[in-house]
């Protein structure tokens, strides 16, 4: 099974700054990764797909780049919503598998 | 508009089955990839099972042999036939689309519904 890493686990930040979030696969996976947003007590949400699409409504201070193992979510400019948690997933071999999660907390 | 309508969790014993259900609405389960992802109690995200977009179906090692995913395309709707369960199933659970089909990560879930596995 490929295992994903995340750092950190959680952080704080102020709003309007900028966070980077990173996310390590065990083996190469290409640039099958996905990130997703999630809110307590809601489903999760697609932001970026293999790697570095975004999904559409997404907001562009989002963004997403890496490929083979190592890969990172960058989020320019903070906002108030965006306090939430973040997991990486890869898709490029069953098992499918998720990072353990970074949480965004206010600073 | 995309919708995903989880429904049967609820609270069950050791051993016991339970069959969850999906129902999509806003485009059509036949042809796309559908998987269940579960969330244990202030827990991280877990794979269970996927569906492909024609019979083909995988499982999760914690899961394989007890759990089966299937698909009715007169109604739309996704199944998670549970079977054996264990107190390390309890957990919402999550029906989600993979969009574009195999890759491209899962681009709509449903609300969760939550399985309770204790005596």
């Known amino acids: 099974d490929i295992q994903m890493t995340q750092s950190p686990s959680s952080l704080s930040a102020s709003v309007g700054d900028r966070v980077t979030i990173t996310c390590r696969a065990s083996?190469?996976?290409?640039?099958?990764l996905n990130w997703y947003q999630q809110k307590p007590g809601k489903a999760p949400k697609l932001l970026i797909f293999?790697?570095?699409n975004l999904q559409g409504g997404v907001p562009s201070r989002f963004s997403g780049s890496g490929s083979g193992t190592d890969f990172t979510l960058t989020i320019n400019g903070l906002q108030p919503e965006d306090f939430a948690t973040y997991y990486c997933?890869?898709?490029?071999?069953?098992?499918?598998?998720f990072g353990q999660g970074t949480k965004v907390e206010i600073k | 508009e995309v919708q995903l309508v989880e429904s049967g969790g609820g609270l069950i014993q050791p051993g016991g089955s339970l069959r969850l259900s999906c129902v999509a609405s806003?485009?059509?389960?036949?042809?796309?990839?559908m998987a269940w992802v579960r969330q244990a109690p202030g827990k991280g995200l877990e794979w269970v099972s996927l569906?492909?977009?024609?019979?083909?179906?995988y499982y999760a090692d914690s899961v394989k042999g007890r759990f089966t995913i299937s698909r009715d395309n007169s109604k739309n709707t996704v199944y998670l036939q549970m079977n054996s369960l264990r107190a390390e199933d309890t957990a919402i659970y999550y029906c989600?689309?993979?969009?574009?089909?195999?890759?491209?990560?899962?681009?709509?879930w449903g609300q969760g519904t939550l399985v309770t596995v204790s005596s």
């Open positions: 989600a689309r993979e969009g574009g089909g195999s890759g491209d990560g899962f681009d709509y």
């Open positions: 806003g485009f059509t389960v036949n042809g796309n990839y």
């Open positions: 569906i492909d977009s024609g019979t083909i179906t």
């Open positions: 083996q190469t996976i290409d640039s099958f």
């Open positions: 293999v790697a570095s």
């Open positions: 997933q890869q898709s490029h071999s069953l098992p499918l598998t």
